[in-house]
């Protein structure tokens, strides 16, 4: 699949991360997908990848797009060729998300919420991702992609496939972690978050829907309202200015 293949490359060349023989399977219906994906799969997942295959759900009965579907094996692409790399599921996923083309206004509207309310998800707790809720997964599936895009604005990318070489050769990720980023794994995470809370809270505006759009209509009438009425009070004032000067130059005439 062309797909998988251009992904491939791209991975190889970026972070220099091995070709591998993918077979991929998309499920017809929802019964076929949860018969191959198991019981332990979450419902809101789109697609899974493990060892050397890939399952995807079908658009037919996922409702995706047909954009969202090349999304989905272009992510599942970077789990199959990071597989045997010893991550943690924030930087595993994180890179899919970021490699797949997924971090748009509706992940950062999250961020922006969990900013304000000061919510963000521990990343040792991401490791559960799949067995929590489909809102918090939305939110950790968030951070994750947001702390990798910060990492390569911060660091380049050059320095994620340094880590992850790193990483094979240590085989403990804080150990690549700490060498490749000169920061303990710890240490990034707290950075990311003083970052991440000045960056994301103007989102929580997107997170208001329909009635931000409500509101900025709102303020821009209001506005435009207030400044008209301090035009003409303006008016009034020179026109009352006028009177008084030309009243004045009446006093001051001689009689003749």
């Given at each position: 699949?062309?797909?998988?293949?251009?992904?491939q490359e791209n991975l190889h060349r970026q972070y220099g991360l091995?070709?591998?023989?993918?077979?991929?399977?998309?499920?017809?219906?929802?019964?076929?997908?949860?018969?191959?994906?198991?019981?332990?799969?979450?419902?809101?997942?789109?697609?899974?990848?493990?060892?050397?295959?890939?399952?995807?759900?079908?658009?037919?009965?996922?409702?995706?797009?047909?954009?969202?579907?090349?999304?989905?094996?272009?992510?599942?692409?970077?789990?199959?060729?990071?597989?045997?790399?010893?991550?943690?599921?924030?930087?595993?996923?994180?890179?899919?998300?970021?490699?797949?083309?997924?971090?748009?206004?509706?992940?950062?509207?999250?961020?922006?919420?969990?900013?304000?309310?000061?919510?963000?998800?521990?990343?040792?707790?991401?490791?559960?991702?799949?067995?929590?809720?489909?809102?918090?997964?939305?939110?950790?599936?968030?951070?994750?992609?947001?702390?990798?895009?910060?990492?390569?604005?911060?660091?380049?990318?050059?320095?994620?496939?340094?880590?992850?070489?790193?990483?094979?050769?240590?085989?403990h990720f804080p150990t690549g972690f700490r060498n490749a980023f000169?920061?303990?794994?710890?240490?990034?995470?707290?950075?990311?978050?003083?970052?991440?809370?000045?960056?994301?809270?103007?989102?929580?505006?997107?997170?208001?829907?329909?009635?931000?759009?409500?509101?900025?209509?709102?303020?821009?009438?209001?506005g435009y309202v207030l400044t008209r009425i301090r035009r003409w009070?303006?008016?009034?004032?020179?026109?009352?200015?006028?009177?008084?000067?030309?009243?004045?130059?009446?006093?001051?005439?001689?009689?003749?």
């Amino acid at each position: 699949m062309r797909t998988v293949h251009d992904q491939q490359e791209n991975l190889h060349r970026q972070y220099g991360l091995p070709y591998r023989t993918v077979h991929v399977f998309i499920a017809p219906d929802a019964e076929a997908y949860t018969s191959l994906a198991g019981s332990a799969s979450p419902l809101w997942s789109s697609g899974l990848a493990s060892g050397d295959r890939m399952l995807i759900k079908s658009p037919a009965f996922s409702r995706q797009t047909l954009t969202a579907f090349h999304r989905t094996l272009r992510h599942e692409t970077v789990h199959l060729a990071l597989s045997g790399y010893d991550l943690p599921v924030w930087f595993e996923e994180g890179l899919a998300q970021y490699e797949s083309g997924t971090f748009g206004v509706s992940q950062k509207a999250l961020l922006g919420r969990a900013a304000w309310q000061r919510s963000f998800i521990p990343f040792r707790e991401i490791e559960h991702v799949t067995r929590m809720s489909a809102r918090n997964a939305e939110l950790a599936y968030a951070q994750s992609v947001a702390a990798v895009d910060h990492m390569i604005s911060y660091f380049g990318v050059e320095l994620i496939g340094k880590a992850l070489d790193l990483n094979k050769k240590y085989e403990h990720f804080p150990t690549g972690f700490r060498n490749a980023f000169l920061m303990t794994p710890e240490e990034f995470e707290k950075h990311w978050q003083e970052y991440a809370e000045k960056r994301y809270r103007i989102f929580v505006l997107m997170d208001l829907g329909g009635s931000f759009w409500v509101l900025v209509t709102f303020l821009f009438i209001l506005g435009y309202v207030l400044t008209r009425i301090r035009r003409w009070k303006l008016l009034k004032r020179w026109e009352q200015d006028e009177s008084e000067n030309d009243l004045e130059t009446d006093k001051g005439d001689p009689i003749a």
